[in-house]
């Protein structure tokens, strides 16, 4: 008996239905390609007799089977082409849908190991709690465990109410001293694993964001800094300037890096070159600024770690 339940089994069945339909679809298009060929030689041959009864020259026959083979392939070349053409399209996009449904499951999967872990952690040190045993780190290990349950849980709500086409509230946010207070009240949340240094150039305008989605951008950007740095203490330093007509925040860390091509984050479910998380984090940064009319770049930082470039634009209150 198959031990994989129907959500596993028939996505994958209905992949090979469709691949096999797509297979028999390709054949009868070349079958009519054939077949059509086939008339066109016959209607010509047709034709050429025809005009040799009527007494014409055979030259001037030829040139007449000429003209009506050439325009009879351009009609059935430019039929087959839009044929193909449209059952390419086709393809594509059922391709694009079975990645994406499948990116889905992995995230569903990713997310319930996510949630899991924490969960089991937070039962065993309330039980120890509840007998009696309190002390520093078991309270220190509960409250870490309940931030990274709260910050699974809002980032599944935000990547619904995204994909959902939720609105953002934007508004003039003046950076300086508010960045300096949100990016602290999120390194505070990992204890020792994480300290930042924040460095504002003076004079920098307002730029034009949801308080929130940034709140949110910054504590992706911490959590996946600490989560992947794969050092003890992960240094995070933030530089904001004005660039241009846009003002900059870079984003750097001191952590391992990552091996993939910077194209490649930022995408829905990618996850990288670990199998831990859910691949929803970057995404969500990439997703925001886009809705908050910025832009954001990932690249390796120049000692090998991870930067993110945050490009704001500026408020016109």
């Keep these: 008996m198959d031990s994989k339940g129907a ?6 069945r209905q992949s090979r239905v469709i691949a096999l339909l797509a297979g028999v679809w390709l054949a009868i298009i070349l079958a009519l390609g ?49 044929l193909l ?17 499948r990116g889905t499951q992995a995230f569903f999967a990713a997310l319930t190991h ?10 065993l040190q309330t039980e120890a709690i509840a007998e ?4 520093p780190e078991l309270i220190e290990r509960l409250l870490a465990d309940t931030h990274r349950l709260e910050s699974q849980i809002d980032k599944t709500l935000e990547l619904a109410r995204i994909e959902g086409g939720g609105a953002l509230a934007e508004q003039a946010i003046r950076l300086y001293p508010w960045l300096n207070r949100v990016l602290g009240s999120i390194v505070a949340v990992h204890g020792d694993a994480a300290r930042f240094d924040l460095f504002i150039e003076q004079g920098l305008p307002a730029v034009r964001g949801d308080t929130s989605a940034v709140q949110m951008i910054l504590r992706n950007l911490v959590e996946n800094s600490v989560r992947h740095g794969d ?28 091996t993939e091509s910077p194209a490649r984050l ?39 770690g991870f930067e993110a470039r945050l490009y704001f634009q500026p408020s016109e209150d």
Excluded at 7 to 12: E, I
Excluded at 132 to 135: K, L, M, S, T
Excluded at 231 to 256: A, F, P
């Design 34 to 82: 054939f077949w059509w060929a086939s008339i066109v030689m016959r209607q010509a041959r047709r034709i050429a007799d025809l005009s040799l009864q009527t007494g014409q020259s055979a030259a001037q026959t030829l040139a007449e089977v000429q003209l009506t083979q050439r325009m009879l392939y351009w009609e059935s070349g430019t039929f087959l082409l839009l």
């Design 231 to 258: 050092v003890d203490c992960v240094q995070i330093n933030v530089h904001v300037r004005r660039l241009g007509k846009r003002v900059e925040m870079r984003y750097q860390d001191n952590g391992r890096g990552f």
């Design 132 to 135: 009696g045993e309190p002390n």
């Design 85 to 101: 053409t449209l059952s390419g399209a086709l393809f594509w996009f059922y391709w694009r849908d079975m990645l994406r449904a």
């Design 266 to 304: 930022g995408r829905l479910f990618q996850r990288g070159g670990s199998s831990s998380g859910t691949g929803v984090g970057l995404y969500l940064v990439r997703v925001l600024m886009d809705r908050m009319g910025g832009d954001v770049l990932f690249a390796h930082a120049e000692d090998g």
């Design 7 to 12: 959500l596993s089994v028939q996505p994958v």
């Design 114 to 123: 996510e949630l899991r872990t924490p969960l089991t952690s937070v039962r």
